[in-house]
């Protein structure tokens, strides 16, 4: 029926299962649910969630974590390696290293290996993949087109989905007080819903022993993670290419989900705007604006889910409490050494700094068509809107006069030089 193979027979029956023949069905039914398997060892297993009079027999000695088997337990003592001791598999074509089997055969997959092609071609769109479940993945995204419903649907929203763990993941956005939060920090009260997001935390923490041991050859900067020293070293691109480019334009990128992002701006149609809010005619490609744009139809402030612990304050927002918090007698600990500036964030030091750059020698983005330099991205756009591109006309043109403009928050600038009753100060 596939290409699937194994040494073991229990485990190509296992894989059997997963095929829906005709005449074959799950003929084991749990009668506290609606759940059904075609194995007895699996009903028995999901039983187990049932069980609130049974203890958890097996119990982590770095957390509370509790579970009723035993290889649970030792997956989830992984979360807490955090030197990375017990990463037992690695690529031979690179120093990847990880806990996981599975994890290794994704990563394999990455590499242009001579012989390895994307054999699983999608029959709707010129989509291929590696992997089959990869390509089952992605014909969910036709399942619209095809009139296949989402069956899987968040009792708390609107919110629906074709696969039954994105539905869970979903969920937790809901988890407000943290309940189901139970990956935790050993070092500091921290909790989260997932491993990544524990695992990025616990870089934050300056343990002895743990130093940021990913230096970049180019420049200071140093990373607890490798991956974060990779997504750095794109900053000095002028040594590597960039290989994703854009059809229309000559948008060129190291990442290719920047790409994505890039080529939405060709959408003058509105094609992909597929996100639409009931209250108002706003459209957009991404869901997390469509959320963030919601807020502003919350004038009663009745779904600010985000509340402060110390006073009365409440937001939409995450990172907007966390910058409130700040207010409560917290000591400004990142300082400037060449000043008396002092600030709660990092990043804004970082910003600050920049100012003391006289000579100009961090000005990274440069313009092409002259020798202007500055420090930030935003500004380099603004001036090269004002070099006359040949085929690159003003677009935005006021309706009162004859001014044209490259950007469209410089006309409404000028049009409030239009607006009787304004005040010239």
């Known amino acids: 029926m596939c290409d699937f193979k194994t040494h ?6 296992r894989h059997l299962a997963t095929h829906e023949v005709e005449g074959v069905r799950k003929k084991y039914t749990c009668d506290l649910c609606d759940y059904k398997a075609c194995q007895k060892d699996s009903l028995d297993i999901h039983k187990l969630t049932h069980a609130a009079g049974i203890d958890k027999k097996y119990k982590c000695e770095m957390c509370d974590y509790k579970t009723h088997f035993k290889h649970g337990l030792k997956k989830h003592q992984l979360v807490h ?6 990463e037992k598999y690695k690529c031979e074509m690179c120093d990847f290293k990880t806990h996981y089997k599975n994890s290794l055969n994704r990563h394999l997959a990455t590499h242009e290996v001579e012989g390895v092609r994307k054999r699983y071609t999608c029959d709707l769109c010129d989509y291929k993949a590696r992997q089959k479940d990869s390509l089952d993945i992605h014909k969910l995204t036709h399942a619209h087109a095809e009139g296949i419903d989402k069956k899987y649907k968040c009792e708390m929203c609107d919110y629906k989905t074709h696969g039954k763990a994105h539905l869970k993941s979903h969920q937790l956005i809901h988890d407000v007080q943290g309940i189901h939060k139970k990956y935790k920090c050993g070092k500091c009260d921290y909790k989260a819903h997932w491993s990544s997001s524990l695992k990025r935390h616990q870089a934050t923490h300056e343990a002895e022993g743990l130093p940021k041991k990913y230096a970049c050859d180019l420049c200071d900067y140093k990373a607890s993670q490798k991956g974060h020293l990779k997504l750095h070293k794109l900053k000095h691109g002028e040594r590597i290419d960039k290989k994703y480019k854009c059809e229309m334009c000559d948008y060129k990128t190291h990442v290719k989900q920047n790409l994505k992002t890039h080529q939405l701006v060709h959408d003058v149609h509105g094609i992909h705007m597929k996100y639409k809010c009931e209250l108002c005619d ?29 006073c009365d304050y409440k937001t939409h927002f995450n990172h907007d409490l966390k910058k409130h918090q700040v207010v409560h007698g917290i000591h400004k600990k990142h300082k400037c050494d060449m000043c008396d500036y002092k600030t709660h964030f990092k990043q804004n030091l970082k910003q600050h700094q920049l100012v003391h750059d006289v000579q100009g020698i961090n000005k990274k983005y ?41 950007r469209k928050d410089s006309l409404y600038i000028h049009k409030l030089t239009h607006a009787e009753g304004i005040c010239k100060n």
């Open 282 to 310: 706003y459209k957009t490609p991404h869901r997390g604006r469509l959320n963030c744009h919601q807020s502003i139809h919350d004038v009663e402030g009745i779904h600010k889910k985000y509340k402060c612990g110390m």
């Open 8 to 13: 073991y027979k229990n485990s190509l029956n």
């Open 81 to 86: 390696d955090v030197q990375k001791n017990n």
């Open 366 to 406: 440069q313009c092409g068509m002259c020798d202007y330099k500055t420090h930030w991205n935003s500004c380099l756009k603004s001036h090269q809107a004002r070099h006359e591109v040949q085929g690159v006309a003003k677009k935005y043109t006021c309706d009162m006069c004859d001014y044209k403009a490259c």
